[in-house]
């Protein structure tokens, strides 16, 4: 994908060849057009088992005599594109010389390796929930959580898109509003289902006991106010926007899962078992509690569901 997108912003995709000779111009059919646009980039320009989708522009097919087009991406966005009507020449992009252009969009900060210090370190940690890293992670992340506690502000937040289909919108929901408005039960609930082997989110409510009336009441509002099921719904097999955390994304320029975020900047920590993990929060206090002093597992925890440990380096993600 990330091949494509570079081919289209780059230049000018040259659709056909020359003949060699003068060749007489034949204006195709906005279809013919489209048709020929869409075999060209999956058949050229995409990785095996990828592809795009070309579509009309309805409201405006022919413009200054060309096609406009949108080419759907597998992440849910779209680029418009036009092509000339004898099917020759896909222009990735226009510019209209009487608009002013819009200042180019800031380059997402880099993850640093320490975070500026606090009195009360804010940490803030985007996954996806049935993303094995992010699992990964969270397993990681737990044990640090219960021995800090109220020293630091701890917050699980999602990635503004989803990779895992349906399980993933409504599990994602569902944490969300745990969280929310029954805390007190959340870390015990997502202990639970993240080491449950087949991801058990009922048998894990019922363990916890999570107040599912209030919890679904919960799910319905929060998935009215940010039209989750509506655009998951419109997304037609893409990755359709979870827009809960999208402000806080944008913020940190997430990418994917898992990130890590402390005191407002993007943290990439050594390693994802949990003393590394204490290790990158501790750093951000201005003032250490005793709690920074223990030791905690340097074992990594496995990627996915269910207990067990890996080996290796932990640099697996989501979407990124």
Request: aromatic share 8%; hydrophobic share 30%; proline share 5%.
């Amino acid at each position: 994908m990330k091949k494509l997108l570079f081919l289209l912003i780059m230049g000018i995709l040259i659709l056909t060849g020359c003949s060699g000779g003068e060749a007489k111009t034949v204006k195709l059919t906005p279809e013919e057009a489209r048709v020929k646009a869409e075999n060209y980039i999956n058949e050229q320009l995409m990785p095996d088992g990828q592809s795009v989708e070309v579509s009309l522009d309805e409201e405006n097919t022919e413009v200054s005599g060309v096609y406009k087009v949108k080419v759907a991406l597998a992440n849910g966005s779209e680029l418009s594109s036009y092509i000339t009507t004898d099917g020759k020449y896909l222009f990735p992009e226009s510019v209209d010389l009487d608009e002013k252009q819009e200042e180019p969009a800031e380059t997402p900060p880099e993850p640093q390796a320490n975070a500026p210090k606090s009195d009360k370190p804010k940490v803030e940690l985007f996954v996806m929930s049935h993303c094995p890293y992010g699992t990964q992670i969270e397993k990681g992340m737990l044990p640090v959580v219960e021995l800090l506690g109220d020293k630091i502000d701890y917050q699980l937040k999602f990635v503004d898109y989803l990779m895992h289909g349906e399980k993933e919108m409504k599990e994602e929901i569902a944490q969300y509003c745990i969280q929310k408005e029954q805390n007190n039960k959340f870390i015990n609930y997502l202990k639970c289902f993240i080491y449950s082997a087949d991801a058990d989110s009922s048998g894990c409510l019922t363990q916890t006991g999570v107040n599912t009336s209030q919890l679904n009441s919960c799910i319905a509002q929060t998935d009215k106010e940010f039209k989750i099921t509506e655009e998951f719904n419109k997304s037609q097999g893409g990755y359709p926007p979870f827009n809960i955390y999208k402000s806080e994304n944008d913020q940190y320029g997430v990418q994917g899962s898992p990130t890590l975020v402390i005191n407002q900047t993007q943290i990439q920590p050594a390693g994802r078992d949990s003393q590394s993990l204490l290790n990158a929060i501790c750093s951000a206090f201005n003032n250490l509690p005793e709690e920074c002093s223990q030791q905690l597992s340097t074992e990594m925890p496995s990627s996915g569901f269910g207990a067990g440990t890996a080996s290796g380096s932990a640099s697996g993600d989501c979407g990124s």
